[in-house]
């Protein structure tokens, strides 16, 4: 018994070092292990709380605290961490319940205060949120933050006289506070106050040099006082901190337009497409930089995408018209021309209007008469979260939205630096029974990469096994060495080898279910490539179909092959029987952390995300920690 205790407070201890070095992957992998051996006691799981919350897992944390909560409900800051897991997932409602019961027990923590009075201006309850900032001005009156809070309620309720007088006192108590600048420059561009609102906005970058934001508010500003060149080098700044930001890309768009950069600016409305495909203002505003570079064929595919939306948008039409005449369409021109006649439109066409300074339109806007207009975010929202980068953060770092690939034999043991558990079949363990030491097979759902070396070690163990199934007179002597041969065609990736060989295994011993599953991964693989080629495989993937199903027919309990067969219905676009499949994998084997991350897929391509995040949120909490970059880029 005192071993085990030293043991779980040793993990303990360890694990609460790697949260405090901020590797938060390693330290969830501790607190696992601890949770394994006593699962009664509160500390594992609120400390894993707090790990997930750093990785942006905000719904995974928030179930760890109910665990701890139940454990040991009179710890303040168990509930402190799920309000603010609440909060990021906008449950402002059940957050105020954590502040609520956490202030019983600590009426004088500020923070706690603080984060309940947000939670009420997030819920619209402006009038119990000012009640409760004014209890907070009487106990703190010397803390900016409380008429930084004040301020923006007037802000909601468009009372901005009040608001610039709470911004005033909160900027006398403390004006090295960044977001106060914010706001105050918020007002400003509201009023249109624009030398005012850069003023503040200087300010406020100076002490927030990376919020994207800012710099997006300080072009507008430099744009509507004639400023181009610095508006310009804003969105540059801005788009260098966040690459993904539209209104950085669209207004950048236009600028370059502006002055005649239209290469860099088609580039700019490129990227707009392609995170809003039916933009239809950018769409037009890319046809009129196509058709002024000489690329009327792409012009006119981008104008008929408006017209198809906009069937009266007689500036389009004629812009249309002219593309098909350049291209000598004359029918196709005319018809356009004449449907701008029928209408009796007199107006003038074929100049792209300058940008208009005193005209802008909210980024909700789709009237595309405004096409040539700046975009303003709808609402200017006070950023709350602060981002650093942190060693261990692995949210932040971009990975693919691939499926983790298929289990198959491997000669090459594939060691997780996360994950520590071993692939194991009973019937690959029985088919290593009868062969030689070193000459093992292994389940791994990562590829091998060879050296030259490694490679050339494995033409020549090809060969060796060669030469011994060509002396072996016996079957029951040649069938461990096809199926040695075949995984070692697998890892230097000769596929169609390696399904030669195990054709031939099953001809001779039908009921192998490890022959199936090889030869439906080795088969798979193949397809990949051959579709890649542009060859039509739904016959072969039929194939990968059934002998994974001869495979479980035969291996019913191996969670692999329900797992592998999943990702062949996700290949044909089956997610029903995907979700099913991976399901009846983890039934099988709860640890397996490549069904959860997968399934997690399936649902966030059918749309279903809170199942989406629950299961990448496991797949995280068992080491694959690739699940909270997923978590993080589609976290809404």
């Known amino acids: 018994m005192c071993f085990a205790q030293y043991n779980t407070d040793r993990l303990l ?6 949260l405090f070095y901020e590797d938060y992957v390693l330290s969830i992998q501790y607190f696992n292990q601890a949770i394994s051996a006593k699962p009664y006691l509160f500390e594992p799981w609120y400390y894993r709380g707090i790990a997930k919350y750093y990785l942006d897992d905000f719904a995974g944390a928030e179930k760890d605290c109910s665990e701890a909560i139940q454990r040991n ?52 309850d402006y009038e119990r949120a000012l009640a409760e900032i004014d209890t907070m001005a ?17 802000l909601m309720q468009k009372d901005t006289t009040k608001a610039i007088a709470s911004l005033e006192k909160s900027l006398d108590l403390d004006a090295y506070n960044g977001n106060t600048w914010t706001m105050r420059s918020v007002i400003s561009l509201a009023r249109q106050q624009w030398k005012e609102s850069e003023t503040y906005l200087d300010k406020a970058i100076h002490l927030l040099p990376k919020q994207a934001g800012l710099y997006i508010n ?22 260098d901190f ?35 495909p039916d933009n239809l203002m950018a769409l037009y505003n890319r046809a009129l930089l196509l058709e002024k570079t000489g690329n009327p064929r792409a012009a006119i595919r981008d104008y008929t995408k408006v017209i198809n939306e906009y069937p009266n948008f007689w500036t389009g039409l004629h812009q249309r018209a002219q593309c098909y005449r350049s291209l000598g369409m004359t029918k196709q021109a005319e018809m356009d021309e004449f449907r701008i006649l029928k209408a009796q439109i007199d107006k003038r066409f074929g100049k792209q209007p300058r940008l208009s300074k005193k005209q802008m339109r909210k980024r909700s806007d789709e009237d595309i008469e405004k096409y040539n207009q700046l975009a303003m975010a709808d609402e200017q929202e006070m950023e709350h979260e602060y981002q650093s980068d942190y060693r261990g953060r692995v949210q932040n770092h971009k990975v693919g939205m691939d499926y983790q690939p298929m289990f198959a034999l491997s000669t090459e043991r594939f060691q997780s630096a996360v994950k520590h558990d071993i692939a194991y079949d009973r019937q690959v363990d ?59 065609y697998s890892v230097i990736q000769n596929y169609e080898g390696a399904i030669d060989d195990l054709t031939t295994y099953i001809m001779s011993d039908s009921l192998s279910a490890v022959a199936y599953w090889q030869r439906a991964v080795c088969q798979s693989r193949l397809n990949e490539f051959n579709a890649a080629q542009g060859t039509d495989v739904k016959l072969q993937t039929a194939r990968v179909l059934a002998d994974l199903s001869d495979a479980i027919r035969l291996n019913a ?18 997610y029903q029987h995907a979700i ?31 199942e989406s995040v629950a299961d990448l949120s496991k797949a995280g909490e068992l080491g694959l920690y690739q699940a909270y970059s997923i978590i993080k880029q589609n976290r809404k």
Request: proline share 2%; hydrophobic share 35%.
């Open 430 to 488: 029985l088919i290593n029974t009868k062969l030689p030491a070193g000459s093992h097979l292994h389940i791994t759902c990562s590829q091998t990469t060879l050296s030259e070396a490694g490679t050339q070690r494995y033409f020549n163990r090809i060969d060796s096994l060669t030469q011994q199934i060509m002396h072996q007179k016996k079957e029951v002597e040649i069938l461990p060495l096809l199926m040695q041969r075949a995984v070692a």
């Open 580 to 610: 099913d499949d991976y399901s009846r994998a983890i039934e099988i084997d709860p640890h397996l952390a490549e069904a959860f991350y997968n399934r997690g897929l399936v649902h966030l391509a059918l749309k279903q995300q809170k």
């Open 138 to 154: 009487v106990r703190w009156s010397k803390n900016a933050k409380v008429y930084a809070m004040q301020s923006e309620v007037y």
């Open 242 to 276: 966040e690459p993904n930001n539209f209104l950085g890309h669209y207004n950048r768009g236009l600028l370059r337009a502006q002055v005649g950069d239209d290469n860099r600016a088609i580039t700019d409305f490129d990227f707009v497409l392609k995170l809003e």
């Open 13 to 18: 201890r360890v694990g609460r070092s790697a």
């Open 73 to 124: 409900p009179y710890v303040v800051g168990i509930y402190e961490l799920r309000g603010l897991c609440r909060i990021q997932q906008k449950n402002y409602a059940d957050a105020i319940k954590d502040y609520n019961t956490a202030l019983k027990y600590e009426p004088e923590a500020i923070n706690l205060w603080h984060n309940r009075a947000l939670c009420r201006i997030q819920e619209k």
């Open 218 to 239: 300080r072009a507008m500003a430099r744009f509507n006082q004639n400023n181009l060149r610095g508006a310009m080098a804003d969105y540059d700044l801005a788009l």
């Open 557 to 574: 309990s191996c969670a692999y092959l329900y797992y592998n067969r999943g990702n062949v219905y996700v290949q044909r676009n089956d």
